[in-house]
């Protein structure tokens, strides 16, 4: 999977593609952190719908009870897939003793537990978007029981 942002912070930090950002004592939590909050699509759509994502457990849930209009657009359900995935991911660091980004060799974002255990939250995000399911403060309930 190839993530364009990853690029831009590739550059700024000066690691070459391809190069694992999270070898043990490097990797900068603050900037990767940063990084994958943006989540600017589906800011947008939560603001339009009067929900404030505010990096907390009840955003999670008021986004769950959105009705799922961007589905009717194929073309931004994929990003809007990805930001939902990273904002699960985001609350879950935030939120969750010992939660850490892990970027996987591929370039995929996962979020690993305390327990060793890792979450998908981009595959998550993109299962929520399409289909609803899993919602995501389920997501990070689990998460949150089993670090």
């Known amino acids: 999977m190839d993530i ?3 690029d831009r912070w590739r550059k700024r930090h000066g690691t070459a593609r391809g190069v694992s950002v999270t070898a ?5 939590q603050e900037g990767v ?6 989540c ?6 939560a603001s339009a719908a009067g ?3 505010d990096d907390t457990a009840a955003s999670l849930a008021a986004l769950d009870q959105l009705p799922p209009q961007w589905r009717d657009d194929p073309d931004n359900l994929s990003w809007l897939g990805n930001d939902a995935g990273l904002y699960l ?3 879950i660091v935030r939120s969750v003793p010992g939660a850490v980004w892990q970027i996987w060799p591929n370039g995929r974002p996962v979020v690993r537990l305390a327990s060793g255990r890792e979450i998908d939250v981009v595959a998550a ?6 289909g609803g399911t899993p919602e995501l403060a389920q997501v990070h309930a689990e998460a949150a029981e089993g670090h």
């Not at 952190?33 to 943006?38: G, I, N």
């Open 4 to 6: 364009s942002f990853f």
């Open 24 to 28: 043990p004592g490097t990797v900068d």
């Open 33 to 38: 952190a940063e990084l994958l909050s943006e």
């Open 40 to 45: 600017e699509l589906l800011r947008e759509q």
């Open 51 to 53: 929900v404030e994502l």
């Open 89 to 91: 991911g985001t609350v």
């Open 125 to 130: 995000g993109h299962a929520w978007a399409t």
